[in-house]
């Protein structure tokens, strides 16, 4: 058997194990003996809850954010996206997630932004203005950063978009 259990200990502590064991048999199929081994998980266990906190914390932080936040992985797919920037496109996670930047922008947007997306891929952050639809139609100013993100062996494995909506700065200027 294979089992994850929780303990409780006499001090109120609660421990979290693993336990791996087998019986033996003899001719029979009486039991002779039972080899196993035992695996204090409490730690692990600890650790993921925190990971999933601070996940969690992230999200609605970078939700609660005025600017688009997403990221994309090395084959320019949606991993990440804030509210901020799934409301820009009117789409929802799911029709977002795992889209390539061309699905979602079309070839014309793409190609407008191909040498950046290329550039934070190659490791060089850039920042860039563009005029780009939003999803009611309008067209709109926009500030786009792309900042590429390094993975542990140092390779370049996304990058991560921040755009800034400037249609209202740029009114108030001409203004």
Known sequence: YAEEY???????????????????????GRPTRF??????????????????????????????????????????????????????????????????IEEVLGEHAYQLRAEYIKEALAGKSCSFSIDTKHRDGSIRSALMNYLPRHGADGAVNGFYIFVIDESERKVTEEA
Not at 14 to 24: D, E, I, K, T
């Open 35 to 100: 080899l196993g081994a035992a695996l204090d998980l409490t730690e692990r266990k600890n650790t993921e809850q925190a990971l999933r906190q601070s996940q969690t914390e992230l999200q609605l932080i970078i939700n609660a954010m005025p600017i688009l936040i997403s990221y994309v992985d090395r084959d320019q797919r949606f991993r990440l996206n804030n509210a901020a920037y799934l409301d820009w496109y009117g789409l929802t996670p799911q029709e977002l997630f795992g889209k390539t």
């Open 6 to 28: 929780r303990l409780l200990q006499a001090d109120g502590e609660l421990r979290w194990v693993f336990a791996r064991g087998r019986c033996y048999k003899d001719h029979h």
